[in-house]
């Protein structure tokens, strides 16, 4: 992929699309994940919106659900189930209280995301690929570095309690 | 912006350019905020992400800032004050449990976003026009309609909490 972005820049087309481009541009180098072999997408962090969340107790973590181009365009239309090639990307952070509101308002009134928190986690659809886990691979990296099997051993068990929603917990926040 | 677009595409050029151009597109059309003069840019929606977080009290919402190309390079360096042309969008929705994830933990865990609340706030840019206000307008819109100028009004003195940030009180979640 990133051979057929130099291609298309050094054919004098606009060097605009790269950025467009880049975080469409699939799995990124790096370690495999165990169970799945997924690599860490590249450019995930620019992807779109698809919801917020937070997360109490020992998660405690304010998170975003980001799309690839293909789950955005099926999140968005609320098509189920997702089409091969979605990757959903979810991403965390500390739940910090904000200082200059709670001064302003006079009492905790903004928690703001910090810090990165509890890993970076993936579902990549490929129906046949995985077929045995509702179509869906999961994966998790820490500071990049793909989490244990122990960890992959939990995803599907968990996300199996919304199989009616394609196992995916999030919804389209519009 | 749309006429350039339309030309792109009739020039027999890439189709899949549409979709990044579109919400670096600038402002649409419909009625402009008051004070500010600001209309409602067009496609927010898919701009990328600088940060989220949740509003305790009266709000009491889970929200996303969302920023444009030129926001989101500032954004990602921490360069202050934000260059011309920055617009930032913050977007909210209701705070809501989710049932499914509570059955599984067996107490409230998850909070995601419901429907559209508290409006769509946006902050633009421009150190010449709005120069007596830190350089930058303020719009607000319910439901895509502008807010009243009353609204208008509080925009300043708040934010003014954070000039030392430059009036922008989120920071970019890596």
């Not at 990165?116 to 046949?128: A, L, W």
């Not at 500071?143 to 196992?167: L, M, N, W």
């Amino acid at each position: 992929m990133r051979r057929a972005i130099s291609m298309l820049v050094a054919g004098g087309a606009l060097a605009g699309v790269v950025a467009f481009m880049a975080p469409a541009s699939g799995q990124a180098d790096g370690e495999a994940a165990p169970i799945f072999g997924i690599k860490l997408p590249a450019g995930y962090r620019e992807w779109q919106l698809i919801a917020v969340a937070h997360e109490e107790g020992k998660l405690n973590d304010l998170r975003a659900i980001l799309g690839n181009d293909i789950a955005i365009e099926a999140a968005r239309e609320g098509r189920l189930p997702y089409p091969d090639g979605t990757i959903i990307a979810r991403i965390a952070w500390s739940y910090d209280p904000l200082a200059e509101s709670e001064k302003a308002f006079g009492h905790p009134q903004s928690f703001v995301a910090g810090l990165p928190k509890n890993g970076v986690q993936f579902m990549v659809k490929d129906s046949k690929k995985y077929a045995s886990t509702g179509g869906w691979g999961f994966a998790q990296f820490n500071d990049a570095k793909p989490a244990s099997a122990a960890v992959h051993e939990t995803c599907f068990s968990c996300h199996a309690i919304v199989t009616a929603r394609d196992f995916v917990f999030n919804r389209y926040a519009p």
